[in-house]
């Protein structure tokens, strides 16, 4: 294991822009593999409750590739950039002292109201094409699943970041999230999934009328 961690560092510190992309993609075509394993299992349990007839897990490859793609061609990239170019604006453009509270804080802030919202717009908007469907369509899945996905997301992402920003060197603040991305990315795919999820409907209640009846029609 050390051996590997050191073996990254080399690569980190050669190639950073291409590790990070890489590392990305692998860490979120797992997480979509746990994702389809995390529904299947739900639906395993809710069939075995209904007396349906249970399916057996087959992963959805090219749907673990459409994820894969996204990790290498958004989260890698943009997080890399996004890291680096925070810490330069907190650190030297504003001159606040690194590991100080408003140091912290203001990175925190900065993450949750930039990025934190356009990785959820670009993931499900570019999830919503692969799949083939139409723009109107990917309009309607975006109203549904952006909302819930944030307030839930909201709760824990800043103390996720707090110990990043406070704690882990710029270089690995990327890695550390994308381990969390894991995670994230097997939520995000599951969100994705619950099309008429009772919990979905409750959040749909708080869209004016009009587009409820859009979303409805």
């Known amino acids: 294991m050390l051996r590997l961690w050191k073996w990254y560092q080399n690569c980190l510190a050669t190639h950073p822009v291409k590790t990070q992309v890489i590392s990305s993609g692998i860490i ?14 739900t639906a395993k349990h809710y069939h075995l409750q209904t007396h349906d007839e249970v399916k057996e897990l087959k992963i959805n490859w090219r749907r673990v590739a459409t994820t894969t793609i996204f990790g290498l061609g958004f989260v890698g990239p943009v997080g890399h950039f996004w890291y680096e170019g925070l ?60 909302l819930p996905a944030l307030i839930l997301e909201g709760g824990v992402w800043p103390i996720v970041q707090v110990a990043n920003f406070r704690f882990v060197p710029v270089r690995y603040q990327l890695l550390y999230v994308n381990f969390f991305c894991l995670l994230d990315s097997c939520f995000l795919s599951w969100i994705e999934q619950q099309e008429d999820a009772p919990w979905k409907q409750w959040f749909k209640s708080f869209l004016p009328l009009k587009e409820q009846e859009g979303q409805g029609g």
Do not use: C, H
């Open 87 to 146: 810490d330069r604006i907190i650190r030297v453009r504003l001159k606040l002292q690194p590991n100080s509270f408003r140091f912290v804080a203001s990175k925190v802030a900065a993450d949750g109201i930039i990025f934190g919202p356009l990785d959820l717009l670009v993931f499900f908007t570019y999830m919503g094409f692969s799949s083939g469907k139409t723009s109107a369509q990917v309009k309607e899945d975006v109203k549904r699943d952006f």
């Open 28 to 41: 979120w075509g797992v997480g979509d593999i746990a994702a389809q394993a995390v529904t299947n299992s």
